[in-house]
């Protein structure tokens, strides 16, 4: 099955809070990319669910703040073995914390080759 990602991602363990119109939740990543993040939690929000979210990276003392929308979800389910969680697309980075994001995940990534499996 081909990857439907269009930007690398590396795994890393942040906190991430998150802000909707009713709640201010934290949780802990799984991973991130240039263009979004996967937050572990049992409880993710619904599809295009809008929230606040803020994180940092280590080694980076920049504070990453914007809006995302919950693009995917996976709820906890004794027959499925993905981690519960949702999926965040990243939707208003400044330019310097896309920067900052692109070249954290560049450095991280175990590998700079393309990935071949289909």
């Known amino acids: 099955m081909r990857e439907r990602r269009g930007?690398?991602?590396?795994?890393?363990?942040?906190?991430?809070?998150y802000r909707t119109a009713r709640e201010f939740?934290?949780?802990?990543?799984?991973n991130v990319s240039g263009g979004g993040i996967f937050v572990r939690t049992q409880h993710p929000l619904g599809l295009n669910q809008v929230v606040r979210v803020r994180f940092t990276l280590p080694?980076?003392?920049?504070?990453?703040?914007?809006n995302g929308t919950v693009v995917w979800a996976n709820p906890p389910s004794s027959r499925n073995t993905l981690p519960a969680g949702m999926g965040i697309k990243l939707e208003d980075l400044d330019p310097e914390a896309r920067t900052?994001?692109?070249?954290?995940v560049k450095?991280?990534?175990p590998s700079s080759a393309p990935d071949r499996r289909s």
């Open 25 to 30: 939740l934290s949780a802990y990543t799984r």
């Open 59 to 66: 080694g980076i003392t920049h504070n990453f703040e914007c």
């Open 7 to 17: 930007e690398p991602r590396v795994e890393v363990d942040v906190e991430v809070h």
């Open 100 to 104: 900052l994001l692109s070249d954290f």
């Open 107 to 109: 450095t991280m990534a």
